[in-house]
């Protein structure tokens, strides 16, 4: 079982550089996050998706944009990175029952 | 999201157990109360949760006062691989409520 995937798994960017991070689920779960975790912190939700072609923003959503165009895919788009966004994202996913969330391993991002 | 609070850090000796407190004092009737564990460099996990009742899995038990504004998290048995940051959520079930993390426990386990 995949789980949820996400990649890639490190990056290093340029300022002002753009990239989308994808983040993929297989159990057909309506529901997906993006968090962010930065250094000795907890996570922080950025986007989050209750099905296709359906999204809102969370607590840090300035300068990302999502969409949802599948129930499997919610890739992040960075468009112009930033230093301050240099961070681990995790990508997540859950039923529409609200129990279990399922984390992807992350993605590793520094921006230069 | 009503908030929980948890202590910063803990320790505890392999092999004893371990109890991790959270304290959710504006819990209302609707919220579930989930913990998740985050291993070094990996995402974080599943560990239980709760509404009124005691949980037991295989990984971990919840213990939940009666009138619901704290809960424990018992690691039974703590081993090395237990070292992680423990957080405590609390969830309105039924619907895809965000997972609001905090700081969390890092728990430390030595020999």
Known sequence: ?112 | DAKTTQPNSMESNEEEPVHLPCNHSTISGTDYIHWYRQLPSQGPEYVIHGLTSNVNNRMASLAIAEDRKSSTLILHRATLRDAAVYYCILRVSGTASKLTFGTGTRLQVTL
């Open chain 1, 1 to 112: 079982n995949a789980g949820v995937t996400q990649t890639p798994k490190f990056r290093i960017l340029k300022i002002g550089q753009s990239m989308t991070l994808q983040c993929t689920q297989d159990m057909n779960h309506n529901y997906m996050y993006w968090y962010r975790q930065d250094p000795g912190m907890g996570l922080k939700l950025i986007y989050y998706s209750v099905g296709a072609g359906i999204t809102d923003k969370g607590e840090v959503p300035n300068g990302y944009n999502v969409s949802r165009s599948t129930t499997e895919d919610f890739p992040l788009r960075l468009e112009l990175a930033a230093p301050s966004q240099t961070s681990v994202y995790f990508c997540a996913s859950s039923s529409n029952k609200g129990t279990e969330a399922f984390f992807g391993q992350g993605t590793r991002l520094t921006v230069v």
